[in-house]
């Protein structure tokens, strides 16, 4: 199956490291995921806050108003449904 020209897009600019996808999928999976979890899943914190910019950066995920949630953006949903019709 081709590639979605958005997903292959995101896949050449964006998720380019196994953190950022890790960090992609665990919140596109969840809808909504606590900072604390993702930081977690990440070994190096300030690794995470970067890793988390990026995406929040490409309009994957987005941030609420106080920065302890990610949920996942119109654009990551399309993205992530690309995704797992790929794999």
Not at 12 to 19: E, G, I, P, Q
Not at 30 to 35: D, F, G, H, L
Not at 75 to 80: I, Q, S, T, Y
Request: aromatic letters at 4%; proline letters at 1%; glycine letters at 4%.
């Amino acid at each position: 199956m081709a590639l979605d020209t958005v997903t292959a897009a995101v896949l050449r600019t964006v998720l380019t490291s196994d953190a950022l996808k890790k960090l992609f999928k665990t919140v596109a999976a969840s809808r909504i995921a606590e900072k604390d979890a993702l930081t977690r899943a990440i070994p190096d914190e300030s690794d995470a806050d970067q890793q988390l910019n990026t995406l929040t950066q490409a309009d994957l995920i987005g941030a609420s108003t106080d920065g302890q949630k990610y949920f996942v953006t119109a654009k990551g949903l399309k993205v992530a449904r690309d995704l797992d019709n790929v794999i």
